[in-house]
């Protein structure tokens, strides 16, 4: 079986701040993680992921991710929050052979 | 921008109406998927195809009906749904899931929204 949990539902943090989504997980096997956006009204956009080397992720619009294997988190990061950013975000994992397993989601939102 | 396209954007049907939900991804992705998402909430898988054939069937009900015409392409038949359906529907697409597929990025759609009246 494979889970994620993203145990915030709401993180505020101000403008100009650093920013930390946390995720963890639980997977049989080689994980396959990632993150995703969704702003207001749209579709899941694509922000990075982990499969496997350096444990350190570098995504889209300044997010990376560090992967944690001893303590499976893949927190998601970004050192300097923009009101734009205030949107939902999703964690996932896959296992292999498996499919695409969310956790419960995380709004962002950013003060000014 | 997302490279999948669906279409309609939104779409009110009643409860005897017959609709489809249609789907394009240019990427030469192999396999494709239909996700249910309600508000505020993660995506929930449907339906996946791989190669144009149908992989997975999450115990979807009947009134729901996948149709993939080529590698393209993906339909979502609508028919006799109640309002518990009402939804934004979301397609995506990967390349393929053999060999290693698992580690593949999974490319979301902008969804229609589906209401039921």
């Known amino acids: 079986a494979q889970s994620v949990a993203q145990p915030e539902d709401q993180v505020n943090v101000a403008e100009g701040n650093p920013l930390t989504v946390k995720c963890t997980y639980s997977v049989s096997g080689n994980p396959y993680l990632f993150w995703y956006v969704q702003y207001p009204n749209r579709g899941l956009q694509f922000l990075l992921k982990y499969i496997t080397g350096d444990n350190l992720v570098k995504g889209s619009y300044g997010f990376e991710a560090e992967f944690n294997k001893s303590q499976t988190s893949f927190h998601l990061k970004k050192p300097s929050a923009l009101v734009s950013d205030s949107a939902l975000y999703f964690c996932?994992?896959?296992?292999?052979?498996?499919?695409?397993?969310f956790g419960s989601g995380t709004q962002l939102t950013v003060l000014p | 921008d997302t490279e999948v396209t669906q279409t309609p954007k939104h779409l009110v049907m009643g409860m005897t109406n017959k609709k489809s939900l249609k789907c394009e991804q240019h990427?030469?992705?192999?396999?494709m998927y239909w996700y249910k998402q309600k508000a505020k909430k993660p995506p929930e898988l449907m339906f996946v195809?791989?190669?144009?054939?149908?992989?997975i069937n999450e115990s979807v009900p009947s009134r729901f009906s996948p149709e993939c015409p080529n590698s393209s392409l993906l339909n979502l038949h609508l028919h006799a749904l109640q309002p518990e359906d009402s939804a934004l529907y979301l397609c995506a697409s990967s390349q393929a899931l053999t060999g290693g597929g698992s580690g593949n990025t999974i490319y979301f759609g902008e969804g229609s929204w589906l209401t039921v009246v």
């Open positions: 195809y791989s190669y144009e054939k149908l992989s």
């Open positions: 990427m030469g992705h192999r396999a």
């Open positions: 996932a994992v896959r296992a292999p052979a498996r499919q695409l397993t």
